[in-house]
């Protein structure tokens, strides 16, 4: 990750004047972070929490040098290094069977091991990953400043997605993905201003369309598949129909740097003026400042619905996460969903999953299940119908030790429930 900067003063003036005469509807939150422990000679750049809440940390340059990856098993009351030392850790990400990727200022690798050792994927004299996307352990997308690496087999091949020509003032910021497996990339031009924008790829990168042209920074999507674009100057961005047609909300603040979507849609993000949360698709907002000694620049949402903050690179490196998670586990599911139980949960290694209907007679379709990252790890076209107080026997092949979510689909419905392996 880097400290994203402007460079003009009219920015600043003109940041006080949409602050006065454009800022949002807010109030106020109470009591929502909690400081974690980090030590002085950490210097965070990036955060990633695994399905079994450890949190890592990749650091950056301080005058203890480049210190590579640190990780606690205990929300942070202790840390331990984790390799990669004499690397400047720009970015880290999960991935599926408990693998960590890094994007740092020398490659790309990856340890499934928590850290004991770490795989080199891609290497490249001039390389700066600041984000990655895994799509799953074959696919991988990491965002290397000007250009887009992409591999289809887990990093024994690579290939350029998109690459901005040999000029340093185009950075890749941000790639998502949506429910239709279309990409879209946030690219900032610190010069010419005209590759500023979001470029949107339906063939997995092999060619890219600019589908908005403004200052933009990060991107996130929600569980609808509206994109929400933040901006230098210019709020946030939004789009229903993936990318062909724009909205804007004038946020009133004029960097935003960074945003998250949980769950439940609700949206967070940070910028010059304090972090905010809108439950209503960003048309009110609250503040969610109480307890922050200083103004964080990046947000991360980890696995299980807490949301993090902090400030890299300025001393000291304060690092906080939300008291409870962001979503209750009461409000992820309606009254109507309690009609199936799960049976066991936690579930062991190579037990079967039952799956009881405690409602009416019911038509099941389909049945999925998801990893964290979303990635799809099992799939059942079932068809088949589940009287009353009948269940369903499902053989997961191999799963590992974390958090999963199934998918029921039925004929006009689909049930989500949270499922524990151990």
């Known amino acids: 990750m880097w400290n994203l900067k402007r460079y003009f003063f009219i920015y600043f003036f003109l940041s006080?004047?949409?602050?006065?005469?454009?800022?949002?509807?807010?109030?106020?939150?109470?009591?929502?972070?909690?400081?974690?422990?980090?030590?002085?000679?950490?210097?965070i750049q990036s955060i990633v929490v695994d399905s079994n809440n450890t949190i890592?940390?990749?650091?950056?340059?301080?005058?203890?040098?480049?210190?590579?990856?640190?990780?606690?098993?205990?929300?942070?009351?202790?840390?331990?290094?984790?390799?990669?030392?004499?690397?400047?850790?720009?970015?880290?990400?999960?991935?599926?069977?408990?693998?960590?990727?890094?994007?740092?200022?020398?490659a790309l690798c990856k340890t499934s091991d928590g850290g004991e050792t770490w795989d080199t994927l891609l290497f490249h004299d001039f390389i700066s990953i600041g984000y990655i996307l895994p799509y799953n352990e074959d696919t991988i997308?990491?965002?290397n400043w000007n250009y887009l690496p992409r591999t289809f087999d887990g990093g024994e091949t690579w290939d350029t997605a998109i690459?901005?020509?040999?000029q340093g003032n185009v950075m890749i910021n941000k790639i998502v993905k949506?429910?239709?497996?279309?990409?879209?990339?946030?690219?900032?031009?610190?010069?010419?201003?005209?590759?500023?924008?979001?470029?949107?790829?339906?063939?997995?990168?092999?060619?890219?369309?600019?589908?908005?042209?403004?200052?933009?920074?990060?991107?996130?999507?929600?569980?609808?598949?509206?994109?929400f674009v933040t901006s230098w100057i210019d709020g946030?961005?939004?789009?229903?129909?993936?990318g062909d047609t724009w909205e804007s909300n004038h946020f009133g603040t004029y960097d935003i740097y960074s945003i998250e979507i949980n769950s439940l849609d609700h949206i967070y993000v940070t910028g010059n003026n304090g972090v905010f949360v809108s439950y209503d698709d960003g048309q009110?907002?609250?503040?969610?400042?109480?307890?922050?000694?200083?103004?964080?620049?990046?947000?991360?949402?980890?696995?299980f619905e807490f949301i993090y903050c902090f400030l890299d690179q300025i001393a000291p490196y304060n690092l906080y996460r939300s008291i409870n998670a962001t979503v209750d586990i009461k409000d992820q599911f309606s009254e109507d969903q309690t009609s199936f139980v799960i049976f066991p949960n936690p579930l062991g290694k190579n037990q079967p999953l039952k799956i009881i209907n405690n409602g009416e007679k019911i038509f099941i379709e389909e049945i999925d299940l998801f990893n964290v990252n979303g990635s799809l790890v099992f799939s059942d076209n079932i068809k088949t119908f589940i009287q009353p107080n009948n269940k369903l026997e499902i053989n997961f092949p191999d799963l590992h030790k974390g958090l999963y979510f199934i998918q029921i689909k039925s004929r006009n419905k689909t049930y989500m429930i949270k499922l524990l392996s151990i």
């Open 16 to 43: 006080i004047y949409l602050s006065l005469f454009f800022y949002p509807n807010t109030s106020k939150s109470q009591n929502f972070w909690e400081q974690i422990y980090v030590p002085d000679t950490l210097g």
């Open 56 to 106: 890592y940390l990749g650091t950056g340059s301080n005058e203890y040098g480049y210190t590579g990856v640190y990780k606690s098993f205990d929300t942070g009351n202790t840390w331990e290094n984790a390799g990669l030392v004499g690397h400047a850790v720009f970015s880290l990400a999960s991935g599926n069977n408990e693998t960590i990727y890094a994007g740092t200022n020398k």
């Open 141 to 143: 997308f990491p965002c």
């Open 163 to 166: 690459y901005f020509g040999n």
């Open 178 to 227: 949506n429910s239709n497996d279309e990409l879209f990339i946030t690219v900032i031009d610190y010069l010419f201003e005209e590759l500023d924008g979001v470029y949107k790829s339906t063939d997995w990168g092999d060619s890219w369309e600019q589908v908005l042209n403004e200052h933009v920074i990060s991107i996130a999507i929600n569980s609808e598949d509206v994109l």
């Open 236 to 242: 946030i961005f939004y789009s229903y129909d993936n």
């Open 284 to 303: 009110n907002w609250e503040e969610l400042d109480e307890g922050l000694n200083s103004i964080p620049e990046y947000l991360y949402l980890d696995p």
